[in-house]
């Protein structure tokens, strides 16, 4: 029979950080920490460059000297060739397919979803995934009752709080944290600058995919900052509220 292989899915952010702090604090077994890196282009990550940096830097050394291994990943597709790729069925036929729509992210799905996939078939059937989830989160934490995955800040009764000051006190923690609401749009206007100076070369076709999909982008009912700014950039319509 193989032996159980336990390993904790692992974003860097404090809940899947504090995750493997856990399991070393209290002995529970790990054999390795796996991150899924998406990627902006071949050359460039798709993460905020400072998360990057705390990750390359700061998160993944630490780990190692506990004696975690530590396994990235990384889909063969970014989020540029994803972006500039042509919608193939449909009305859009032939379109750029642009940005990624609520619910149905292609880019979730190509660059992280499928790799974790693929490393998982490679793994003993009976691997335990520990998960980030805080005993707060109880939406999250019924979704896992009978499966698999474990979560040890459930376990040991953890809030989102609790792993944030774990997580400060053991120095792996980014102290100067952003809100949500300022990372998302410095993230999107860099990302919006990027693709019109490198990497869009039919804008209006790109603006005409924005224009007829039904939901808008990633983030574009949220900030309507953000419809506007494409909206004057390249012409397309939206209905930003």
């Known amino acids: 029979m193989e032996r159980t292989k336990f390993i904790a899915s692992c974003s860097f952010g404090k809940d899947s950080m504090a995750t493997v702090l856990l399991a070393k604090a209290h002995g529970e077994p790990l054999d390795e920490a796996v991150y899924c890196e998406v990627m902006f282009d071949k050359d460039i990550s798709g993460e905020v460059p400072e998360h990057r940096d705390f990750i390359y830097e700061t998160a993944i050394p630490a780990l190692e000297r506990m004696g975690v291994k530590v396994i990235v990943l990384r889909s063969l597709k970014t989020y540029v060739e994803l972006f500039t790729g042509r919608v193939t069925r449909g009305q859009r036929k032939g379109m750029v397919r642009s940005f990624p729509l609520c619910g149905k992210c292609y880019v979730q799905r190509d660059c992280k979803v499928r790799p974790i996939e693929r490393y998982r078939k490679t793994l003993p059937s009976n691997t335990v995934p520990y998960v980030g989830i805080a005993q707060d989160e109880q939406d999250r934490l019924l979704r896992l009752k009978g499966g698999s995955q474990i979560s040890l800040l459930e376990k040991y009764k953890f809030t989102e709080k609790d792993a944030w000051e774990f997580c400060r006190k053991a120095n792996v923690i980014k102290l100067r944290e952003k809100s949500p609401?300022?990372?998302?749009?410095?993230?999107?206007?860099?990302?919006?600058?990027?693709?019109?100076?490198?990497?869009?070369?039919?804008?209006?076709?790109?603006?005409?995919?924005?224009?007829?999909?039904?939901?808008?982008?990633?983030?574009?009912?949220?900030?309507?900052?953000?419809?506007?700014?494409?909206?004057?950039?390249?012409?397309?319509?939206?209905?930003?509220?």
């Open 181 to 241: 609401e300022h990372c998302i749009k410095r993230c999107s206007r860099n990302i919006l600058w990027i693709l019109r100076k490198k990497v869009l070369t039919k804008q209006e076709k790109c603006a005409a995919a924005f224009a007829k999909s039904k939901s808008g982008p990633l983030f574009y009912k949220e900030n309507h900052w953000l419809g506007q700014w494409f909206k004057r950039a390249y012409g397309g319509e939206g209905k930003g509220n």
